[in-house]
């Protein structure tokens, strides 16, 4: 059974509210004060509060899941992502994933497919970078 096809595209929009973004970094541990403290954030480089790198990989991680559970039993098996620009904790990003490969596992008894994503800001511009390798297969 084929779970992917390659060049397959798929994606989604996540509207990111402070607080939400606030009590994320809170329940991951994340202390950084640019995910807390808006006088900080104000005052910073980068003029208002940012979501934290572990929430906006979340996101895109949670995608490939999401997607590909619908065809069969998903389990992640690396990702690699890039952090490039800071993405604000008010802000509106698209989560991309493009399918670059499909491989038949028959060990794995499924298949190994590579992906290719990024989360991009408003304006357009790439603030995560990403890759990731996947197994879906028929039961876990």
Do not use: C
């Not at 509210?17 to 991951?28: I, K, L, S, Y």
């Not at 690396?78 to 028959?106: H, M, Q």
């Not at 990403?130 to 039961?139: D, N, P, S």
Request: net charge positive; glycine share 8%.
């Amino acid at each position: 059974m084929m779970y992917a096809q390659p060049h397959e595209r798929f994606s989604t929009v996540v509207a990111l509210d402070p607080r939400d973004t606030r009590a994320f970094a809170q329940a991951v541990g994340d202390t950084n004060p640019i995910h807390h403290d808006a006088d900080l954030a104000e005052n910073s480089r980068f003029g208002r509060l940012l979501a934290s790198g572990p929430q906006t990989t979340a996101h895109l991680l949670a995608l490939t899941a999401s997607h590909f559970s619908s065809r069969g039993a998903m389990l992640g098996l690396e990702f690699w992502v890039r952090f490039r620009r800071p993405v604000y904790a008010d802000e509106t990003i698209t989560l991309e994933w493009l399918v670059i490969s499909v491989k038949p596992n028959a060990r794995l008894q499924g298949e190994v497919i590579d992906l290719r994503g990024r989360v991009r800001k408003e304006n357009g511009e790439t603030a995560v970078g990403a890759k990731g390798r996947i197994l879906v297969t028929e039961k876990f």
